[in-house]
């Protein structure tokens, strides 16, 4: 994990910044899988911004009132690009993020609550649980989406709920757990797109999308055919296989000529894979930041379309090839 490249995090505050504070401290451990590249916050006097400078990390404050919700995450939007940040995680942000802001982010920003959601989704999550007589609390960290606290849950601790505890005392227990949870939660997402197992669960979940296939091993590496004995192959997984240091899908092109094309148009994109490149295979490099899953996508299913029956390729629409 040390080896990849470290994903850049803005992390977007409101108040004390604690949970900005752990991911901060754990951001400079050996191996770290992320590094923190802006604290920006809607509060100038939010006390996270104070340590973020202590930190030597850069910050940027603006302050919501009078601005439209549009055109403050704008400028918050905007304040994260200029920093360079790939991810975006909200830690005690207490501005509820416009559609058009959380869908420009969606798979790239996280959000921690301080529930076990689904349960208590919005404010005084503690004295909800206390009231509904719950025996555990918790925190998650979810991705964000425009509805409110309803993202994708990717981590969760849970945190007993004692006979004394008022929704302080609990409060602060579940903000120690929250610490713990929220760095771990981000490095791991961070880094899944090296991670060989990950990226082979996306790649199988779009190739075995297509119609008639079914999922095998071809000299030991996990590779995707049509369904049935003769079944032609139309896709497989290398994980840095023959000193490449890739992982990559490899897709069938036309031919030599449509290979050494896509090589010299994007390095960083296609290589020709030891083998089958020399039968018109392309490799699509997977381990890397920004990987296109729709290009993947594409072809994924050019190339099982170069080996379908007719009948079975004429079930599914054909894509725009331009791009790719
Ligand atoms: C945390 O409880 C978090 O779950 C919620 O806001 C609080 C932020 O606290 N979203 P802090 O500023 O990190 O101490």
């Known amino acids: 994990m040390a080896d990849n490249p470290r994903a850049k995090v803005a992390v977007l505050v409101s108040g004390t910044g604690t949970n900005m504070a752990a991911l901060l401290y754990a951001s400079r451990l050996p191996g770290a899988a992320y590094e923190i590249v802006l604290v920006a916050s809607n509060d100038p006097e939010a006390g996270a911004l104070a340590l973020a400078r202590a930190e030597s990390i850069p910050t940027f404050a603006l302050s919501h009132r009078g601005m439209t ?16 940040a790939t991810h975006v995680a909200l830690a005690g942000y207490m501005r509820i993020l416009g559609d058009e802001m959380a869908r420009k982010w969606e798979g790239w920003m996280l959000n921690i609550h301080p529930s076990l959601l689904p349960l208590y989704p919005g404010l005084d999550t503690h004295s909800r649980a206390i009231a509904a007589g719950d025996t555990h609390g918790g925190a998650s960290v979810h ?3 425009p509805e409110l606290d309803a ?3 990717l981590g969760q601790v849970r945190v007993a709920i004692g006979a004394d505890d008022t929704p302080d005392t609990l409060a602060r227990r579940v903000k120690i ?3 713990q949870l929220y760095p771990r939660v981000l490095s791991e997402y961070v880094s899944r797109g090296y991670d060989a197992d990950y990226l082979l669960e996306r790649v199988a979940a779009l190739a075995l999308a297509l119609p008639g296939t079914e999922r095998t091993t071809s000299h030991g590496s996990p590779a995707f055919k ?3 004995k003769s079944g032609k192959f139309f896709a497989h997984f290398s994980d840095r296989h023959h000193g490449v240091p890739h992982i990559a899908v490899l897709a069938k092109t036309s031919g030599q000529e449509e290979l050494a094309q896509l090589c010299e148009r994007d390095p960083a994109t296609f290589y020709k894979p030891a083998y089958y490149g020399a039968s018109g295979w392309v490799g699509i490099v997977l381990n890397r930041a920004d990987v296109d899953w729709s290009q993947v996508e594409y072809w994924l299913e050019r190339s099982w379309r170069s080996v379908a029956p007719k009948r079975l390729a004429a079930t599914q629409p054909g894509r725009e090839p331009e791009a790719y």
Do not use: P, Q, S, T
Not at 69 to 82: K, L, P, Q
């Open 69 to 84: 919700r549009a055109d403050h995450d704008a400028a918050m939007d905007a304040a994260i690009r200029y920093a360079g």
């Open 143 to 145: 991705l964000v989406i």
């Open 151 to 153: 993202g994708e849950v």
């Open 177 to 179: 757990a929250e610490h």
């Open 226 to 228: 049509l369904a049935g």
